[in-house]
Every structure is written in structure tokens, then in C-alpha cells.
């Protein structure tokens, strides 16, 4: 599993060094790599392009902040879509998943369709599917899904 996702890691920076944008999603258990993965990603970007270039967000604090009126989604939204790569941490978490929560997500995705975009999430493919099938279509239609089924770091330490 770690292996499927170093693997999917370094297809995307090749995408990223051709100029094809795509969307890469790690699912799975807490602890597996995926926040650390990603956050790698966005760092190399950075370090290769430019600042600001790419962005990262926990997609329960920023739906927090939408939610709570701190920040208005529309423009959120439109600001997100602006940077060449978005890190989406722990997409499906979060109150009002299957309301609100589901709507800016969806307008997410959709802002996102032509620019380097990662996903991580705790929940399965399956378990996203079940919130709402357009999740994990879009998921599978904009790039590659890894699912990341492997033991939370710190326990496989203890086991060594």
C-alpha cells in the first residue's frame, strides 16, 4: 500500500512537470501517510514554481468557518480555485456532510476541473459513495485513487 502510494505520488509530479493537470486521492485509516504525503506535494511544487502556488486547507476547518459565517463560500470557493495546486485534507468529515458541507465540496470540485488537486479523506471510496455517488465519480473521472490500507505509522513502529 505504501508502495501504491509513493507510486501515485510520483505520477503526479510528472503530470505537474508536463502541464497536465489532474486530481490525486488518498483514502484510508488515520495515520497512513496520506496529510504527510500530500503536504510533500505542495512543498515540492512550491520549491520548483513559486510561492503561493499551491495552498492547503482542512476541509473540516474551512467548512467550520463557511458554516459559522467567517467566510463567505462563493468567494472562498473562487479563491481556491485559483491556485495551480489545492491540498484538500479530510474531505467527508465534518457536520452537515450530506447538506451544506456536500454542496461546497461539490462547487469545490467543480472550481477545481482544470488544476493540480489533492485529496485525502479517513473514509473509503465506498463510504464517500454512500454520502453522495458524485464524490467519488468525480474522484475517479480527474485522476488516480489510492487507498491506503496499511496500519497507523506509529503502531507499526511499536511493532519493529
Known sequence: MLMQMANA??????????????????????????????????????????????KFK???????????????ASEAITDLSAFKLLVVDEIGMGADVRDYGLDCLLRLMEGRKRGWTV????????QLAAIDERIASRLLRMGAVVECNTKDYALRRTQR
Do not use: I, M, Q
Not at 486530481?23 to 520548483?48: D, I
Not at 485525502?120 to 471510496?125: D, G, I, K, R, V
Open 9 to 54: 505520488a510520483a505520477e503526479f509530479t510528472g503530470h505537474v512537470k508536463a502541464g497536465n493537470p489532474r486530481w490525486l486521492t488518498f483514502l484510508g485509516r488515520s495515520g497512513t501517510g496520506k496529510t504527510y504525503l500530500a503536504r510533500g506535494l505542495a512543498k515540492w511544487c512550491e520549491e520548483r514554481y513559486a510561492v503561493g502556488w499551491s
Open 58 to 72: 482542512h476541509w473540516p476547518t474551512l467548512l467550520g468557518k463557511l458554516r459559522g459565517g467567517s467566510l463567505d
Open 119 to 126: 485529496f485525502t479523506s479517513n473514509l473509503t471510496l465506498k
